[in-house]
């Protein structure tokens, strides 16, 4: 018997079909064991050792895995083809030789490239030993992350109160995002003005050009600069005949683009699908393991963590005769398509990510796949058949156009581009990102030199330049590969730890950074330059490459590392608080305090109009103050803006017409709020949050009135009658009919909402349970031992339930969007966690409770016996509570599957 160990349960059921009698395959969820969070996990002093924790989850899978290999003939490592795969089946290994579960038991690795039985077999025919420079750059890249970690936030958190952990490669991916707002922030626009004729061939076609010189000098974009030039260039071509100059066609071709990487699936998901990267590891994943197709569970793509860009030679006579069957001869090349890349390390070795059979067509997998599994499988089958397919062949036509006018010299430029043979772009046209311009389609008329053209109109344009744009998340994960930042099967884990920490937020499908993201990166920029530098961080990345390769020694770099960074954090346990505002303070003046409409000093105290407002720290964080405090106590949030509350942090809205108290705007410790007049012999206030949504700007007076005027009715209801009420409450808008409390849906205004919509949700909630009790949630399946598993809404957010087991979704994870396989991996790691007593099925605590009396009475016959036994081992049991506690305490900080890592940073 062979013991092949894996990642996750479905491929081990998959590939368990695949194998055979003579296999038993197990799969070990992911990473087992981690660096514990705490201090001294790395320690420098002694040549980087590194002390590992089994994360507590895995204890049981480990010990049910090390049963099984010592019974077995050899033992399987056959976790993912990648850095992170090859760690777990080190990590697997080294706690199995721990246990003394490895004698002479041969042990061999293994790649599965993709999920299908070919694949599968040719895998298990070419083993090989684990690769050491592979896990020697995973344990480098370790080490430094956790180096960075766990010295540098601590200087953050006692310089910057409110600020979380700064990663090595998040901080510069956040130092990104704060740059482009900068940029946008500092920019300056530019008036420019575009001047374009409407002519007209003799046979009465349309068109336009261009004026693209005048008196013998280049006119480009930016060259009118004026109303008043425009003017004088569109009064001159008023006045001039139109001749054709020249006109010239150019053939030319353009090439289909690789198969997916990481990174471009990650970014044409994004610009095509609207999938965060996450997500789109997330479906990838399911796509890669399997789904049942007719019967068989069988993987639909390869690996989808890669950085090649090349195909199986096997691979690309299936995708070559798929082409020829589908789409014809005159769409296939001469010669096979043959992609490279300049990337060195060893994971850009594997294929790009592919179907793992051309044939398999979008069509025919639809309807076992969900939508968006659906969407994505048919974005990588049509890059991929692309991919092989002709190349489009077009025709560039430029007719180059004299304007005469008396004492002038003018030129017009018109272009068009038509497609002359479609080849790939028949099947598939890459995504584009906002700003770019797309000219195929735009045909110019036939015209020949020395032609006449009738002028229909001149029309000039007023433009200015603008900033650049904000990253979208597939624009920051192509810059951060331009910059060589990271690698990327990590970009969706560092997207989603820069918005789990709340360092950046998502508008309109843009990254904007949050104040806190950008005080963190002033004080690293500040502090430490050289760490958060793009160069730097790339060089560090091409060191880990050398590793993978097996180049350079990993605790040599590890060594070089260490001796600068940790001087550089000695260096700054020696900053004074007021050091560390005054760089903030200068290093984000255009943020803090960008120029006045009116052209006043922005820094000048509305308070009392002496003081200069500065950067300070408060218990809670950063806010703006004046420098005559405690005179004058005029506050103000960071990015206050207008709308925010004044002075004291107040703004006042006016006075209720029926109290005639004062209403106020104000800002607390947990965001801003509403309150009517003020503390009165002790008594509070009335006060009302803001829904969310509701920027403080947008809120008048009546607005004010009217949220702190809740709950008010909504109407009765049409059943008993009874009243229904709106208001906000702890968890947000809401709705109440007796006991029964309904949350209001993102588009619900509590302040709008209706009779009818109301009935709707009341309807809706007690179908899943009324408050106090749980819901009944959504079905996702049945679990593998059977009992079904619902996602449900908890108090504390949202969690899968299967009988007694309840285990809480990562933050990062999407309810609505959560697999069965997801949330089998959950459930089993809580359920290892618990008492066996206390996950015991639903049919099984059944069984147990129709016991014979009979028996019962047996049992109680036995328990002064077993009291007896029980004071005799007392003894035992406080020599061992040592050794327990040890055990415990060892287990704070368990470690996350990879799956888990790549949805939730």
């Not at 290892?832 to 996950?839: F, G, L, R, V």
């Not at 009979?854 to 002064?864: E, N, Q």
């Amino acid at each position: 018997m062979q013991v092949v160990i894996v990642e996750s349960p479905a491929k081990a059921k998959t590939i368990n079909k695949y194998l055979g009698p003579g296999y038993e395959v197990i799969a070990s969820y992911g990473h087992v064991r981690d660096l514990p969070s705490k201090d001294g996990s790395v320690d420098p002093e002694a040549d980087f050792r590194m002390l590992w924790e089994v994360d507590p989850k895995a204890q049981k899978r480990l010990n049910e895995i090390a049963q099984a290999v010592k019974k077995a003939d050899g033992l399987i490592l056959a976790t993912d083809p990648d850095r992170e795969g090859e760690a777990i089946s080190w990590h697997v290994l080294e706690i199995l030789r721990d246990k003394k579960a490895i004698k002479d038991q041969k042990v061999e690795r293994v790649v599965f490239n993709a999920i299908t039985k070919q694949a599968v077999l040719d895998a298990m025919r070419a083993p090989r030993a684990i690769d050491v420079a592979l896990v020697d750059a995973y344990l480098a890249r370790r080490a430094l992350d956790y180096l960075v970690g766990f010295t540098l936030s601590p200087v953050l958190w006692r310089k910057l109160p409110g600020a979380r952990s700064a990663g090595r490669v998040q901080s510069v991916a956040l130092r990104l995002v704060c740059d482009r707002e900068r940029e946008i922030e500092t920019f300056v626009a530019r008036e420019y003005w575009s001047i374009v004729a409407q002519l007209a061939t003799p046979r009465g076609d349309n068109f336009e050009a261009r004026l693209s010189g005048a008196d013998g000098k280049k006119i480009t974009r930016l060259t009118v600069g004026t109303a008043a030039e425009a003017a004088d260039f569109r009064a001159a071509l008023n006045a001039a005949d139109f001749t054709v100059a020249s006109v010239e066609a150019k053939p030319l071709r353009r090439h289909p683009q690789p198969p997916f990487t990481t990174s471009t699936l990650q970014q044409e998901a994004s610009r095509k699908l609207g999938l965060a990267p996450a997500r789109t590891m997330q479906l990838a994943q399911r796509l890669y393991e399997g789904v049942d197709v007719g019967g068989e569970t069988v993987g639909l793509i390869t690996y989808m963590r890669t950085d090649g860009v090349d195909m199986a030679p096997e691979a690309v006579a299936a995708t070559r005769d798929a082409i020829g069957a589908q789409f014809g001869d005159r769409y296939l090349p001469g010669a096979p398509r043959k992609y490279t890349t300049k990337a060195k390390n060893a994971q850009e070795a594997h294929e790009a990510i592919r179907p793992t059979d051309p044939n398999r067509t979008p069509a025919s997998v639809a309807r076992h796949l969900d939508a968006e599994q659906a969407r994505l499988y048919d974005l990588i089958w049509t890059r991929t058949v692309a991919s092989q397919m002709e190349s489009a062949e077009l025709e560039r036509t430029t007719a180059d156009i004299r304007a005469n006018v008396a004492g002038r010299a003018l030129e017009l430029t018109a272009t068009g581009t038509v497609v002359k043979f479609d080849g790939f772009l028949t099947l598939y046209r890459e995504g584009r990102d906002d700003d770019d311009e797309d000219e195929e389609g735009r045909r110019l008329p036939a015209m020949s030199a020395g032609e006449a053209l009738a002028r229909r109109d001149i029309v000039t344009t007023q433009h200015f330049t603008e900033p650049p744009p904000r990253y979208s998340e597939a624009s920051l994960v192509k810059r951060m590969e331009e910059l060589s930042i990271g690698r990327p099967s990590t970009y969706a884990a560092v997207l989603a730890v820069l918005r789990d920490r709340e360092y950046v937020k998502l508008e309109k499908k843009r990254l904007v950074p949050e104040d806190k993201g950008r005080l963190v990166t002033a004080f690293l920029q500040s502090f430490f330059t050289r760490y958060v530098e793009y160069d730097f961080t790339a060089d560090l990345e091409e060191k880990l490459d050398q590793i993978s390769a097996d180049e350079i020694d990993w605790k040599q770099v590890l060594r070089d590392f260490w001796n600068d960074f940790h001087l550089a954090v000695d260096a700054t346990k020696e900053l004074r608080v007021s050091q560390v505002l005054d760089a903030l303070d200068e290093m984000l003046t255009a943020h803090i305090f960008p120029p006045a409409d009116d052209g006043s000093n922005p820094r000048a105290c509305p308070t009392c109009g002496e003081g200069r407002l500065s950067l300070k720290m408060g218990k809670f964080g950063a806010f703006i103050g004046c420098s005559n405090y405690p005179e004058c106590r005029y506050t103000r949030p960071l990015s206050g803006g207008e709308g925010a509350p004044e002075g004291d942090g107040v703004r006042k809205l006016g006075a209720d017409p029926e109290t005639g108290l004062e209403v106020t705007l104000r800002d607390g410790r947990f965001g801003t709020y509403l309150q009517l007049g003020e503390t009165e012999n002790g008594e509070k206030p009335k006060r009302s949050s803001l829904p969310k949504g509701l920027a403080p700007a947008d809120v008048d007076l009546t607005t004010a009135l009217a949220l702190l005027s809740l709950p008010r009715p909504i109407g009765n209801h049409p059943e008993d009658g009874q009243p229904i009420l709106a208001g906000i409450g702890r968890f947000g808008p809401y709705i109440q009919h007796g006991k029964v409390y309904a949350n209001l849906d993102k588009g619900d205004d509590v302040l709008n909402i209706g009779l009818n919509r109301a009935v709707v949700l009341l309807a809706e909630k007690r179908t899943r349970g009324g408050r106090g009790a749980a819901p009944a949630g959504r079905t996702l399946g049945d679990h593998p031992s059977g009992g079904a598993i619902t996602v449900r809404a908890g108090r504390f957010g949202p969690y899968v339930n299967h009988g007694k087991v309840n285990a809480t979704l990562p933050k990062s994870t999407d309810p609505e969007t959560l697999t069965l396989e997801q949330a089998v991996v959950l459930i089993d790691a809580k359920a290892a966690t618990m008492p066996a007593s206390k996950t015991k099925s639903p049919k099984k605590a059944a069984a147990d409770g129709e016991a014979k009396p009979a028996a019962r009475a047996k049992a109680g016959a036995k328990t002064g016996a077993k009291t007896t036994a029980k004071k005799t081992a007392g003894a035992k049991t406080a020599a061992k509570s040592a050794t327990a506690k040890t055990t415990a305490a060892k287990a704070k900080a368990p470690a996350k599957s990879k799956a888990a890592k790549d949805a939730a940073g």
